[in-house]
């Protein structure tokens, strides 16, 4: 476990940062196993081999995360941010259909996993927030293809009806890589510690000396230091081909 320093300032904004750059992006649409059409955004260049799927946390959408998908896919990834159903902000938010349904969460990460695939990404990680971080674990643990990398932040193990127990965890064969504030009040570091002491390796927490939670921690005091421990991650884990070693 990893603590960073300098104490953040607590979190607590509503969905979405305002006048982020959307860059080239282009807003796209897709439907769930169960059929649910959701939207999403896609950033980054179109042949990309790696690419990132954000899952947004509650109450937000996926607008939370535009400015890092335009950073990461600064780096070459095509990146993928969508809105879970019932989630409905509009304009450059986008519009999911359905209604808001926490544990229906795995099924549309699921299949903005497989959107991006079809678009031709070979090797796609995932990286959510609280909501998103345990759907992350559970979309990679039912994966048949596999996740390389995923990155859960401020990820509860029980929320709703979704639980991520050692089985779930004894899955998810990818590298892991838990964030947390330390000053949280959620638990999101005990939730944190728990997943870490009971996942298989690969497996890293990082838990940074803020009080914010989710998406939040990209723009906290620690939030350049969040980003760039998300960046390096994908980096080692996605930059090398199935069956490779990845970079060091």
Same mark, same amino acid.
Request: hydrophobic share 50%; charged share 15%.
């Given at each position: 476990m990893a603590v960073s320093a300098s104490l953040a300032a607590c979190g607590g904004g509503p969905s979405a940062p305002s006048g982020v750059a959307l860059g080239e992006s282009t807003p796209v649409t897709f439907d769930t196993a169960d059929g649910v059409q959701l939207e999403g955004r896609l950033f980054g260049p179109e042949d990309a081999a790696a690419g990132v799927v954000l899952a947004h946390m509650l109450p937000t959408d996926q607008r939370s995360w535009y400015a890092f998908a335009e950073r990461l896919a600064g780096h070459g990834y095509r990146v993928l941010t969508f809105n879970f159903r019932g989630y409905c902000p509009g304009g450059d938010g986008g519009c999911s259909q359905g209604t808001k349904q926490i544990e229906a969460a795995p099924t549309d990460l699921a299949a903005a996993v497989d959107m991006l695939?079809?678009?031709?990404?070979?090797?796609?990680?995932?990286?959510? *927030?609280?909501? #998103?971080?345990?759907?992350?674990?559970?979309? !990679? %643990? =039912?994966?048949? +293809?596999? @996740?390389?990398?995923?990155? /859960?932040?401020?990820?509860?193990?029980?929320?709703?009806?979704?639980?991520?127990?050692?089985?779930?965890?004894?899955?998810?064969?990818?590298?892991?890589?838990?964030? *947390?504030?330390? #000053?949280?009040?959620?638990?999101?570091?005990? !939730? %944190? =510690?728990?997943? +870490?002491? @009971?996942?298989?390796?690969? /497996?890293?927490?990082?838990?940074?000396?803020?009080?914010?939670?989710?998406?939040?921690?990209?723009?906290?005091?620690?939030?350049?230091?969040?980003?760039?421990?998300?960046?390096?991650?994908?980096?080692?884990w996605l930059s090398a081909p199935p069956g490779a070693s990845p970079a060091s």
């Open positions: 695939r079809a678009r031709g990404v070979s090797r796609v990680g995932i990286a959510g *927030a609280s909501m #998103g971080g345990t759907a992350a674990l559970l979309t !990679a %643990a =039912d994966d048949p +293809a596999g @996740i390389p990398a995923v990155v /859960a932040v401020s990820a509860p193990q029980v929320l709703g009806g979704l639980a991520v127990g050692p089985e779930v965890l004894q899955r998810v064969t990818g590298a892991k890589l838990y964030i *947390a504030g330390l #000053g949280d009040p959620s638990g999101a570091v005990a !939730a %944190a =510690d728990a997943m +870490a002491a @009971i996942s298989p390796q690969p /497996a890293y927490e990082e838990i940074v000396t803020a009080d914010a939670h989710g998406t939040e921690l990209l723009t906290s005091a620690q939030g350049e230091h969040v980003q760039q421990v998300i960046e390096r991650w994908f980096e080692r």
